[in-house]
């Protein structure tokens, strides 16, 4: 069965620009989540999705932002960059809204 | 309220020997507490995880020790060895009724030295 997939792997954008991840879950999961790791910060939650319906959000400001597709996949999206929001960004999938989630390696993202 | 407080920050352990690593948290209406293996460049893997109506729960040489009362929690690895060099997260789950929605400590860096 295949991991979680997250593309692109690693992004350089300039501040003010806006990027989109994306995430396909494992085959049969319906929920994805989302979390930012910087040095500084550790391991933060940004939003969680499950059957195409936010049901979690973050302390994230409105720049962040998500969805997800019929068939689970989800993609994020950060507009007007900022310095600070250079960091691995983690997708996770569960079969639900529940226990053991599954990470992806993630997009390193750099805003120069 | 949310916080979970981690320690050490980073460990070295002999091989063969046995890491600890501490939690603790504050908010009583988390009910989901997993540890999570990271790896450079890889995303965090789950080793284990808890429920706070168990006290303990081992898989292999890993074990989670759990004390409600003081709201803490505890890693302990067995016969460490050197891949198990990693980093470790503690976390915390369970509130707005989802365990997919973590808080996680700062992490812990260790390093099995032969």
């Known amino acids: 069965k295949a991991g979680v997939t997250q593309t692109p792997r690693y992004l350089i954008k300039t501040r003010g620009q806006q990027v989109t991840l994306s995430c396909s879950p494992i085959?049969?999961?319906?929920?994805v989540s989302w979390y930012q790791q910087t040095p500084g910060q550790g391991l933060q939650f940004l939003f969680e999705?499950?059957?195409?319906?936010?049901?979690n959000k973050g302390n994230f400001p409105g720049r962040f932002s998500g969805r997800q597709f019929s068939n689970s996949r989800s993609e994020m999206n950060v507009s007007t960059l900022e310095l600070g929001d250079s960091a691995l960004y983690l997708c996770a999938s569960s079969f639900t809204t529940g226990e053991k989630l599954f990470f992806g390696s993630g997009t390193q993202l750099s805003v120069l | 309220q949310q916080q979970v407080k981690q320690s050490p920050q980073s460990l070295i352990v002999q091989k063969g020997g046995i890491s600890i690593i501490n939690c603790a948290y504050e908010?009583?209406?988390?009910?989901?507490f997993p540890w999570y293996q990271q790896f450079p460049g890889k995303g965090p893997a789950l080793l284990i995880a808890i429920r706070p109506d168990v006290s303990e729960k081992k898989e292999g040489r890993f074990t989670i020790s759990f004390n409600k009362s003081a709201k803490q929690f505890s890693l302990h690895i067995m016969d460490s060895q050197p891949g198990d060099s990693a980093t470790y997260f503690c976390?915390?789950?369970?509130?707005?009724?989802?365990?997919?929605?973590?808080?996680f400590g700062t992490g812990t860096r260790l390093q099995v030295t032969l």
């Open positions: 976390a915390a789950g369970g509130l707005s009724g989802t365990a997919s929605k973590l808080t």
């Open positions: 999705y499950f059957s195409e319906t936010q049901r």
């Open positions: 908010n009583t209406a988390f009910d989901y």
């Open positions: 085959s049969g999961h319906r929920s």
